[in-house]
């Protein structure tokens, strides 16, 4: 007797062919299974579900497989698949660190590094005084030339002159001159030094340059040069004191006459080589005041110094002071050395 259909109208008819395919094809769970692509892809990238298309391809090809196989547990491959993401998310350990002994692969071609840190110096202490230590050897002045001819005077005409049995006649009528002036002085042995070339065959050694001008210390000069310094102190000293000062000249200082050298730095003999020089340093007033030669005299004496300094220029044939040289800072150089054409220098 047939059922009546009302019985089973809550539930879907089933069609017997369609049931057939899926006992016959039945489709495989949707389960994640490892496979070796999956167990190398990274955690972070999503393994893609296959596409019905592809699923049915293959379905019949792995149907025999999955025949055999069963199926996994789900909650098993979740907790796998979350295990397995877990470890590769995890940073693996570095490797151990080689040691200095053995050096890795990687750092074989490298040059080691130095066992010890280098130390850098340390700065010296800007509060402690450097101490200078002594030289090994000390400093040997320069050897002096086997030949000293270099050394050696140029030669001077005057160098040969020698006293005579008489003396000459200019030397006589200079000393009536001097006389004539009121220059008191005195007669002095020949002054002669073959080996430098100094020379004076008839000195004197003056003690005043008129009546009432003193000079000193002892002064010994050729008789023209001590004739030149008297009549320049009557000439042009007296009459500049008495312009600026209202007072006469009482006395000069003398700071070089008669001294048997070459010039300085030089192989020419000196005039005062020949005691025809006169180096001046200063000069006292009647009335006690000193006016001393200097580069910067106060104002009242730079300005007799400055008056006498330029007459001096044409009585005597070289004239020097402050501002010459070094060497004359401190004093006029007078002398009477020949020039050509009677010239002068004066600086």
Known sequence: MAQPLTQHLDQPLRPKGKQRVRSRGRQP?????????ERTSPADVPVPEPRPADAQKTGAATGEEQKTEKAPDASSQLNEEKSRQAREARPEPSPPEPSAREPSVETESEPEP??????????????????????????????????????????????????????????????????????????????????????????????????????GPGTELNCSMAEAAARFTADVVQPAAK??????????????????????????????????ALDIAGFTLSDGRKIEISPSPPEKDAKFLNAVRK?????????????????????????????????????
């Open 114 to 215: 130095p066992p010890e840190v280098p130390i850098p110096t340390q700065r010296p202490d800007n509060t402690a005084e450097p101490q200078a230590e002594p030289p090994d050897v000390a400093p040997q002045p320069p050897e002096k030339p086997a030949d000293g001819g270099d050394r050696k005077m140029l030669p001077d005409p005057r160098s040969a002159d020698r006293p005579g049995e008489n003396m000459p006649a200019d030397e006589v009528a200079c000393r009536e001159r001097l006389k004539a002036l009121g220059v008191e002085f005195e007669e002095h042995k020949a002054e002669s030094d073959p080996e430098i070339g100094c020379s004076i065959p008839y000195p004197i050694v003056i003690k005043t340059l008129n009546k009432s001008v003193a000079i």
């Open 29 to 37: 769970q949707k389960t994640q299974q490892e496979t070796p692509d």
């Open 311 to 347: 007459a001096a220029c044409g009585p005597f044939k070289t004239v020097l002071g402050p501002g010459a040289d070094a060497d004359h800072a401190l004093h006029f150089h007078l002398d009477l050395e020949p020039r050509r054409h009677g010239g002068t220098f004066c600086k």
């Open 243 to 276: 312009a600026e000062f209202g007072t006469e000249v009482k006395s000069i200082s003398q700071a070089s006459a008669f001294v048997c050298r070459p010039r300085h730095g030089t192989r020419k003999l000196s005039e005062h080589a020949f005691g025809n």
